[in-house]
């Protein structure tokens, strides 16, 4: 589904990742995991086509798409939550959902990817009329899942889903994007703390300074030592 393969991005004449090679199947949810500044949001908002690879390759649904906009990527289904959520606050949840069925017009009708959303996040259902602005950090997080949904996309990619919330919330959120694999979208999620990597992940990637340092499953990445030194030892 999605494939990034020896991918290098510069920020003005600093190299932020190096060699970046990973890859997502139909319906798989794999995480990438490092520390903060260690290259994750660089690797989405690349695939995203925020930025452009200096090398390397990243197909999607076998078609090469490095280096095109982010309109056209989103248009050839890739949604995207920011960690910042990029919720509108002018707008209400149901039009700050709205918006992403005229991003990505055809395929199934306004209506169902809405009653969608719905589904996945029951919560979001009763505050279709509130404005962006009044909405908990935990309901924002929602919003902006629910919106990269609703552009009915085969891949979703979640930039820190779980970021500042409550250790009460965090497993509420996740059972939603657990059911958002279900249906068969494949997902990439971002994640600083290893301990609020949802055990349903298949595959797990940690990025350090730039550089892809493990893959493997949650258990191998337990007992891996390079990965203990960087991330393991820090407590949730
Ligand atoms: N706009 C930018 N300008 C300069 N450096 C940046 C910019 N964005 C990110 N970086 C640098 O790139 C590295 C990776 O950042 P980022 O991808 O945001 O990491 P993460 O999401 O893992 O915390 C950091 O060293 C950061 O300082
Ligand atoms: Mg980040």
Request: glycine letters at 12%.
């Amino acid at each position: 589904m999605l494939e990034l393969r020896d991918v290098d991005v510069f920020i003005d004449a600093s190299q932020i990742l190096r060699k970046v090679t990973l890859s997502a199947g139909e319906s798989e949810a794999i995480c990438l995991v490092g520390r903060n500044g260690a290259g994750k949001t660089t690797t989405l908002r690349t695939i995203m086509g925020y930025r452009r690879p200096a090398a390397g390759t990243i197909t999607f649904k076998g078609e090469a798409i490095g280096g095109l906009p982010t309109h056209a990527i989103a248009a050839r289904g890739i949604g995207f939550a920011p960690e910042d959520s990029g919720v509108f606050a002018d707008l209400s949840v149901a039009e700050n959902i709205e918006i992403a069925t005229w991003t990505r017009p055809g395929g199934r009708p306004a209506a169902e990817r809405l009653a969608l959303a719905y589904e996945i996040f029951p919560r979001l259902r009763g505050y279709a009329a509130r404005g962006g602005a009044q909405l908990s950090g935990g309901e924002r997080k929602m919003l902006s899942i629910a919106r990269a949904l609703a552009l009915d996309p085969d891949l979703l990619v979640l930039d820190e889903p779980f970021e500042g919330l409550s250790p009460a919330i965090i497993p509420l959120i996740g059972e939603s994007i657990s059911a958002i694999t279900r249906l068969g979208r494949t997902i990439v999620i971002a994640e600083s703390n290893i301990h609020h990597v949802p055990a349903w992940t298949r595959r797990l990637y940690v990025i350090e300074r730039g550089e892809i340092i493990f893959a493997g499953t949650l258990d191998e990445a337990h007992r891996d030592r390079a990965v203990l030194r960087v991330i393991g030892g820090r407590a949730s």
